[in-house]
T-cell receptor
Framework: TQLLEQSPQFLSIQEGENLTVYCNSSSVFSSLQWYRQEPGEGPVLLVTVVTGGEVKKLKRLTFQFGDARKDSSLHITAAQPGDTGLYLCAGAQGGSEKLVFGKGTKLTVNP | NAGVMQNPRHLVRRRGQEARLRCSPM?????VYWYRQLPEEGLKFMVY????????ESGMPKERFSAEFPKEGPSILRIQQVVRGDSAAYFC??????????FGSGTRLTVV
């Protein structure tokens, strides 16, 4: 059983379109992070959200943490080919330092 | 120190050999984590270390796998008597306060 479910698993869109990817769980997390990973490289941290209902914006990326701290979403506006990659969400529970990762959403933005 | 340094980037071992993966954390980071990523799978936690201490090894297989983070030098993930199922990408991450890891580029282990 996957603790963090990400959807969709794959997403292929045209440049300029908007998209939202989701990260859902039945468990509560003390914090949730989003990473982007490119082939052959390690994940790169995009954002950390810690407060239920929190919304963070990073240029064209908007991250939201659910009120109950069980789910999160990532919205990208006007996607560009450079946004192509594997988007991973990861959660920390309680005082634990370890992260639980979802399987990711593989995004392809076509020119 | 530009980031978390892992070496080697690629490692090929025959079944039964030992694999040693090294990780130098970012300057000033005292927390090191090892994760394993299998194809089509998410990253799975293996072990969390601070200098000279294993804090959480709940994700580490009980046999053949060990990790250390000595007072001096890099953190080492050691896999003895490798089997084909150990083939994966192994990522090291470091942090200072636990919020937000910096990952290395990984070591891709292939067991032949």
């Amino acid at each position: 059983t996957q603790l963090l479910e990400q959807s969709p698993q794959f997403l292929s869109i045209q440049e300029g379109e908007n998209l939202t990817v989701y990260c859902n769980s039945s468990s509560v997390f003390s914090s949730l992070q989003w990473y982007r990973q490119e082939p052959g490289e390690g994940p790169v941290l995009l954002v950390t959200v810690v407060t239920g209902g929190e919304v963070k914006k990073l240029k064209r990326l908007t991250f939201q943490f659910g009120d109950a701290r069980k789910d999160s979403s990532l919205h990208i506006t006007a996607a560009q080919p450079g946004d192509t990659g594997l988007y991973l969400c990861a959660g920390a529970q309680g005082g634990s330092e370890k992260l639980v990762f979802g399987k990711g959403t593989k995004l392809t933005v076509n020119p | 120190n530009a980031g978390v340094m892992q070496n080697p980037r690629h490692l090929v071992r025959r079944r039964g050999q030992e694999a040693r993966l090294r990780c130098s954390p970012m300057k000033g980071h005292s927390h090191v984590y090892w994760y394993r990523q299998l194809p089509e799978e998410g990253l799975k936690f293996m072990v969390y270390l601070q200098k000279e201490n294993i804090i959480d090894e709940s994700g580490m297989p009980k046999e053949r796998f060990s990790a250390e983070f000595p007072k001096e030098g890099p953190s080492i993930l050691r896999i003895q008597q490798v089997v084909r199922g150990d083939s994966a990408a192994y990522f090291c991450a470091s942090s200072q306060a636990g919020y937000g890891y910096t990952f290395g580029s990984g070591t891709r282990l292939t067991v032949v």
